[in-house]
């Protein structure tokens, strides 16, 4: 049993994504955030009355933290952005990418909807603690690689770690901005891993300064700590890497290896690409391009906060420019609920999380993953691109 820091209700228990519940009373609301980021504006009228439930919610008990329309973004981005989640800190979830935090060295998962229902009454959740594995990379990418490159990699060669945590380190980690940190815990949850914790280090110091809510408390393993298995990574030898559709798991290929795969859809967004620094990749391989005509392109921003910096840096217009759809904050076409909602027979490849058959809409689609670069490049030539090319 774990006592809660930080409780994020999103939009499962009010609706929106399937569950129908209101509690009747709260643990502490100030230790509660509601986030509104699966289907906003709503677009359909149970989105519409899930959004009532959940402001009658929040007036209710007086919750402060509240990311509703106009303030709305990805819970794991917000989050971040607002300095919500902050090291050595224990945070709930309804969300299965709730492990984003770990990027922030806070202990971070996602519950169902009955742990959810118990984390907002009591502050309280059980956790299953299961062994950890350390993931060390070392060396440096290469142009036109990233660390959704790294992801890829390490779910092709090392496959999926149920009921494990994993643990980064290495000088490749040392370097690393906090946007591909958060990329990679993220993306934790494609490979099955229960919690997933970066260390706290002067790149995340430099990240909270000015921006943490309150103070803190980092946590670190012990001199002593024992580690299941330690998987070792040069990051150096790695290239662009495509997960092919359907599994996450032991299923990538080299993205200038499959050429001949025509795509009707490029998307860029959700909560492990769709931050300022995946809209200047885009940005930079578009400049003077045009989205090729048989392709749509949709890029999505994390947050509001990430849609407004993305404006004034420029960065929505050159997208614009080359054809490219740029729309409000949200979780969007990720989970195939609204604004890029696949149809029966078509290829999409993507730099948000899943690509599990009908994800993204219909059942019959198919879905690649890949970086926000090697999406770009790809919807430039029509086919899937390595990033490199161009």
């Known amino acids: 049993m774990a006592d809660l820091d930080l409780v994020v209700d999103l939009d499962i228990v009010f609706g929106i994504t399937g569950g129908h519940q209101t509690p ?24 519409a009355n899930a959004m009532k439930r959940m402001r009658a919610f929040v007036e209710r ?23 919500l989640a902050l090291p050595g800190m224990t945070l709930a979830c309804d969300d299965s990418h709730s492990c984003s935090s770990g990027a922030l060295n806070c202990l971070a998962r996602g519950l169902g909807l009955a742990d959810m229902m118990y984390a907002l009454c009591k502050g309280q959740a059980w956790y299953m603690v299961g062994s950890t594995i350390k993931i060390i990379l070392e060396g440096e990418l290469s142009e036109r690689v990233y660390e959704r490159d790294i992801l890829h990699h390490i779910a092709h060669i090392h496959g999926a770690f149920p009921g494990h945590n994993l643990e980064w380190d290495g000088d490749a980690v040392a370097a690393m901005p906090m946007q591909g940190r958060f990329t990679l815990a993220t993306l934790s949850a494609e490979l099955s891993a229960e919690f997933s914790l970066f260390p706290y280090d002067a790149v995340l110091a430099a990240y909270l300064k000015d ?18 298995e330690t998987i070792r990574i040069d990051v150096s030898a790695l290239e662009p890497l495509v997960v092919l559709p359907n599994k996450v798991a032991h299923n990538a290929a080299p993205a200038r290896e499959l050429g001949e795969a025509k795509i009707d859809q490029a998307f860029i967004g959700s909560c492990a690409n769709g931050r300022i620094e995946d809209f200047a990749v885009a940005a930079e391989i578009l400049d003077g391009r045009q989205v090729a005509p048989s392709v749509r392109m949709i890029v ?70 890949g970086s926000p670069a090697t999406v770009a490049a790809s919807a430039v030539r029509g086919i899937i691109t390595d990033p490199r090319e161009l």
């Open 24 to 47: 009747t009373r709260v643990f502490d609301p100030d230790k509660i955030v509601v986030v509104a980021d699966h289907t906003v504006p709503a677009p359909s009228i149970a989105a």
């Open 61 to 83: 008990f007086g919750i402060e933290k509240f990311y509703a329309e106009g303030r709305h973004g990805i819970a794991h981005v917000v989050l971040g952005e607002d300095g």
């Open 211 to 228: 921006r943490a809510s309150k103070p803190y408390d980092p946590a670190a393993p012990d001199p002593d700590a024992n580690y299941e």
């Open 300 to 369: 999505t921003p994390g947050s509001q906060s990430v849609l407004k910096e993305a404006i004034a840096e420029g960065y929505v217009e050159t997208l614009m420019n080359a054809g490219a759809v740029v729309t409000n904050s949200t979780c969007g076409a990720c989970y195939g609920g609204h604004m890029g909602v696949l149809g029966d027979g078509e290829v999409c490849i993507t730099a948000s999380t899943r690509n599990f058959q009908g994800r993204m809409g219909s059942p019959k689609a198919d879905i690649y993953l």
